[in-house]
């Protein structure tokens, strides 16, 4: 009948080995074959890594789940799902990760993960920055625009406004001021719009009696 040795002999025994022992020397210590304590070793002997030592068991049961996750990833992979998502999505999804507080994942994960070229993403992530700086930009912009419009008792045009914007050190074109007053419902109000009008109404009124004169002269000649 095998004689069974208890774990913890086991474990000592391979850590002797692991700090220089031989299996021959240890085999005479104990009285234990050579070929018992180069299973031993392989049972119980650590497996250094970067970063944790393992023991042949947890290592086996590491591979074991590395091997269930590629298979998890394969079957991900082989159903096409990663293929029917819009890129915009798997783009909005990895940068909520990417830019969640103590993020854990490299770019390279992320985008392996969801099947996306990091050069893609890299490009989203710039892109989106420039949209918010330009979005902060804009909003100051409209404020000004408004200030100037609403000082000048909302007399000032899209020209005008971008003129006084200049003199204050904020170069912009008129075509972007003129955009900004229409989305902003900026109008303009003319200060000699009422005599304008007045004036069009005389000479209006002043055509019309002058018809009224013509005619009646017309009339006149003809008795």
């Given at each position: 009948?095998?004689?069974?040795?208890?774990a913890?002999?086991?474990?000592?025994?391979?850590?002797?080995?692991?700090?220089?022992?031989?299996i021959?020397?240890?085999?005479?210590?104990?009285?234990?074959?050579?070929?018992?304590?180069?299973?031993w070793?392989?049972?119980?002997?650590?497996?250094?890594?970067?970063?944790?030592?393992?023991?042949?068991?947890e290592?086996?049961?590491?591979?074991?789940?590395?091997?269930?996750?590629?298979?998890?990833?394969?079957?991900?992979?082989?159903?096409?799902?990663?293929?029917?998502?819009?890129?915009?999505?798997?783009?909005?999804?990895?940068?909520?990760?990417?830019?969640?507080?103590?993020?854990?994942?490299?770019?390279?994960?992320?985008?392996d993960?969801?099947?996306?070229?990091?050069?893609?993403?890299?490009?989203?992530?710039?892109?989106?920055a420039?949209?918010?700086?330009?979005?902060?930009?804009?909003?100051?912009?409209?404020?000004?625009?408004?200030?100037?419009?609403?000082?000048?008792?909302?007399?000032?045009?899209?020209?005008?406004?971008?003129?006084?914007?200049?003199?204050?050190?904020?170069?912009?074109?008129?075509?972007?001021?003129?955009?900004?007053?229409?989305?902003?419902?900026?109008?303009?109000?003319?200060?000699?719009?009422?005599?304008?009008?007045?004036?069009r109404?005389?000479?209006?009124?002043?055509?019309?009696?002058?018809?009224?004169?013509?005619?009646?002269?017309?009339?006149?000649?003809?008795?």
């Amino acid at each position: 009948m095998p004689v069974t040795y208890p774990a913890e002999l086991k474990a000592k025994t391979i850590d002797c080995y692991e700090k220089g022992e031989s299996i021959k020397t240890l085999s005479k210590e104990l009285h234990i074959s050579q070929s018992t304590l180069y299973h031993w070793r392989k049972e119980y002997c650590s497996i250094q890594t970067p970063n944790r030592t393992y023991t042949p068991a947890e290592f086996d049961a590491i591979s074991r789940w590395l091997q269930k996750l590629e298979h998890e990833m394969e079957i991900i992979r082989l159903s096409g799902y990663l293929v029917s998502v819009p890129l915009q999505q798997k783009l909005s999804t990895l940068e909520k990760l990417y830019n969640q507080p103590d993020n854990p994942y490299s770019v390279h994960e992320l985008c392996d993960a969801l099947d996306v070229a990091r050069g893609t993403f890299y490009n989203h992530i710039f892109r989106r920055a420039d949209r918010s700086k330009y979005e902060d930009e804009q909003a100051q912009l409209m404020l000004k625009v408004k200030q100037v419009f609403d000082d000048s008792e909302q007399r000032y045009g899209a020209e005008k406004i971008r003129i006084v914007l200049a003199q204050s050190g904020i170069k912009v074109s008129k075509k972007r001021v003129t955009a900004i007053m229409r989305k902003l419902g900026l109008c303009s109000v003319r200060v000699d719009s009422k005599k304008l009008f007045k004036k069009r109404l005389q000479r209006a009124k002043k055509s019309a009696e002058t018809r009224v004169f013509s005619r009646s002269s017309q009339l006149d000649m003809g008795q």
